[in-house]
Structure formats: C-alpha cells, structure tokens
T-cell receptor, first 115, second 113 residues
C-alpha cells in the first residue's frame, strides 16, 4: 500500500533562514514524488517533482527537494525563506507499479515564515 | 492555456440533499481525478476518470459518484448529504503520462448544514 508521512504539522522559520519540510513515503514500486503548495482558499500549486535521475531536484520559487531512496524521504528545502512562502505544503506520491494516475498525499505541513 | 476550472466555488446544502460539482480540465488532458480535502483527513482520493470511464476509485461510500463527458469535462455527485461531507472538493487534470504533474482547480467549498 502507498502512503506518505509528513511528521510535522507546523514548521516555523525566521525570514532569511533556511527551511526544511519533511516527507517520507512508502510504495511498492519506484516512486514518483511531488510537492504542492496551497494558499488559503486556493487549490494546489505544483512546486517540483522527482521522477528519476539526479536526487536533487529544483522547482518553482527557489524550492528544491532531495530524494533519498535508502531513507525513503523527499524533503523540501529552500536556502532563504520569505514571508510569502507561508502556506500549506503537501508531499504526494504516485505508485507507478499500479499504473494509476492518482496521488497519495501526506497530511500537510503548515509553514509559517516569521518576519 | 486555461487552467482547471471548477464550478461552483462555494455551495451550501442541507442534510439529505444532493449536489453536483463540475470540473473542466486543461485542454488536451483526458484524465480527471477528484479529491476531498478536510482538516481532519487531509486530501483523500475519490475517483479518476479517463475517456468517460472510471479507472480508479478511492474508499468512499456509494453516495459519491462521478462521470466524464466526451469533452473530458467531469462531474461528481454526492447524494443524501451528511454533515461530514462538508469539505473542499478538488479536481485534478492530468495527461496520461505518469511522469507529469497533476494540475488542480481552485476547488469547490461545500458546506452541509
């Protein structure tokens, strides 16, 4: 069975400091991993994905994520946080072994960047 | 290129009623998935449609149903509404290539009173 865990409901970071939002996953086959961000009363916006290749992937708005197969993790990072990064972040996995298009999501992490 | 369009944005319904939500995917995308988002349960997969056929289904009761039309537009229906059905319902549009990301609409906020 597929699952995604985001162990922190809330992450607070000072503006200008680096941020990390954690994600671990479980799938039966090779994972396709995604990060999405959600602003209040909005849908989900795609940030970045890992499909194959380089373990460090870069995405929108200066975000990046590191895929670690041995630790089954896909943590989201940004070198210098902005107040505008404050939002709800979701990690998701697609299990390509099933061939299904749907995503399994973590419960989300609320990021607050403090000015 | 237009994004994913969901209508209506907000709905208030009474227990026992039924509701229909609509989703128009990105042009050229033939896969449409529906998700329910609640504070307690997070994002839960409802079902996926492709070429007017349900391809995949999450763990929801039969009160939740959907369909897809030949132009790829999709609707979901919830019958005999319960208070617990209050949620943000999100539609996602995808190509068939599993490498690609899904694009989400802004959602329909359903409140059941």
């Amino acid at each position: 069975a597929q699952s995604v865990a985001q162990p922190e409901d809330q992450v607070n970071v000072a503006e200008g400091n680096p941020l990390t939002v954690k994600c671990t996953y479980s799938v039966s086959g090779n994972p396709y991993l995604f990060w999405y961000v959600q602003y209040p009363n909005r849908g989900l916006q795609f940030l970045l994905k890992y499909i194959t290749g380089d373990n460090l992937v870069k995405g929108s708005y200066g975000f990046e994520a590191e895929f670690n197969k041995s630790q089954t993790s896909f943590h989201l990072k940004k070198p210098s946080a902005l107040v505008s990064d404050s939002a709800l972040y979701f990690c998701a996995v697609r299990d390509i072994l099933t061939g299904a298009n749907n995503l399994f999501f973590g419960t989300g992490t609320r990021l607050t960047v403090i000015p | 290129k237009a994004g994913v369009t969901q209508t209506p944005r907000y709905l208030i319904k009474t227990r026992g009623q039924q509701v229909t939500l609509s989703c128009s995917p990105i042009s050229g995308h033939r896969s449409v998935s529906w998700y329910q988002q609640t504070p307690g349960q997070g994002l839960q997969f409802l079902f996926e449609y492709f070429s007017e056929t349900q391809r995949n289904k999450g763990n929801f009761p039969g009160r939740f149903s959907g369909r897809q039309f030949s132009n790829s537009r999709s609707e979901m229906n919830v019958s005999t509404l319960e208070l617990g059905d209050s949620a943000l319902y999100l539609c996602a549009s995808s190509s068939l290539n599993l490498n690609t990301e899904a694009f989400f609409g802004q959602g329909t906020r359903l409140t059941v009173v």
